[in-house]
């Protein structure tokens, strides 16, 4: 079975600071892409960062980067000087073929 | 940039009633989603479909049945809503190259009475 864990339900920030949310995921293909989306309190799921499953370097994209680690299965998505704005739900997911398969989603407060 | 409208933000309907939740996408794409959105279960995949008339069973198919007459529009059906299908439901497209991401409507949230 495909399974993504996001093992923390609920965490917080202070504002300018960093912060790491973690994510593991279960699966036996080789070809597979890695995704992390950010959805704001009543407002639409978008896209923060994508990653090849064969690509060994990290993906970036301005104050997020991720932490990809292939044998242990892990994608972790770490936002540096966070802002309030970053006060979301955020869902780690991976992809084979067309199908997405998504994890329980971590809820990230940003405080002041 | 790509835009993917469902037809309700809310909506609120009665046991056994036959509910219409409709998605449009503007990107041409071939494939579109829907899903359930519960707190601490995630996304759940219900349905897709890959092409016009195309559909494929998720994860959770129980209780709906999909519609795709046309390639820009896909349609979730609650044949006999229950309040076990109250939710939020969220539709999706994505194109075929394979480091597409998922585009998202802004959700429809159900509430079954």
């Known amino acids: 079975a495909q399974t993504v864990t996001q093992s923390q339900p609920e965490m917080s920030v202070q504002e300018a600071e960093t912060v790491t949310l973690s994510c593991t995921y279960d699966t036996s293909e080789s070809d597979y892409y890695l995704f992390w989306y950010k959805q704001p309190p009543s407002r639409q799921m978008i896209l923060v960062i994508r990653q090849e499953a064969y690509k060994q370097q990290n993906a970036t994209e301005n104050r997020f980067s991720v932490n990809f680690q292939k044998a242990a299965k892990s994608f972790s998505l770490k936002i540096s000087d966070s802002q309030l704005g970053d006060a979301a739900m955020y869902f780690c997911a991976y992809i084979i073929g067309n199908q997405f398969y998504f994890g329980t989603g971590t809820s990230l407060t940003v405080i002041p | 940039d790509v835009k993917v409208t469902q037809s309700s933000r809310y909506l609120v309907k009665r046991t056994g009633e036959k509910v219409f939740l409709e998605c449009v996408q503007d990107?041409?794409?071939?494939?579109m989603f829907w899903y359930r959105q519960d707190p601490g279960l995630g996304l759940r995949l219900i349905y897709f479909?890959?092409?016009?008339?195309?559909?494929e069973k998720g994860d959770i198919p129980e209780g709906y049945s999909v519609s795709r007459e046309k390639k820009e529009r896909f349609s979730l059906i609650l044949e006999s809503a229950s309040t076990n299908q109250t939710s939020m439901y969220l539709c999706a497209s994505r194109g075929t190259y394979s480091l597409e991401a998922q585009y998202f409507g802004p959700g429809t949230r159900l509430l079954v009475l």
């Open positions: 990107m041409d794409h071939e494939n």
């Open positions: 479909s890959y092409d016009v008339k195309m559909k």
